[in-house]
């Protein structure tokens, strides 16, 4: 059972300031979510596996490998103008 200085204890954590109607309410959800783990502790686990998702994970992200290279001298061909291996264009605003 859960008293009201745990309560009061929780309300202070999250930073809630509960009236005495919601606090009944949080209290009573939390009693049953207690009452829920406590259920499933009942189960017989030994020999289940422990997992971190249900279903399998697998990094779906390719490595990170640079093929094409350095090619700035290339592309600065391209430019209006170069400084210093940078782009110079015009101003847009003074």
């Known amino acids: 059972m859960i008293t009201d200085e745990t ?3 929780v309300g202070i954590l999250a930073k809630l300031e509960l009236s005495p109607k919601e606090r009944e309410a949080a209290r009573k959800d939390m009693d049953g979510m207690l ?6 502790n009942e189960l017989d686990t030994t020999g289940v596996e422990p997992m971190s ?6 990094n779906v992200f390719r490595e990170d490998i640079v ?5 700035s001298e290339k592309l600065l061909k ?3 103008g170069e ?12």
């Open 7 to 9: 309560m009061e204890y």
């Open 35 to 40: 009452q829920y783990i406590d259920k499933l």
């Open 53 to 58: 998702h249900v279903f399998p994970i697998k």
């Open 67 to 71: 093929t094409n290279g350095d090619e």
């Open 78 to 80: 391209n430019a209006p």
């Open 83 to 94: 400084k210093d291996g940078m782009f110079v264009v015009p101003r847009t605003f003074d």
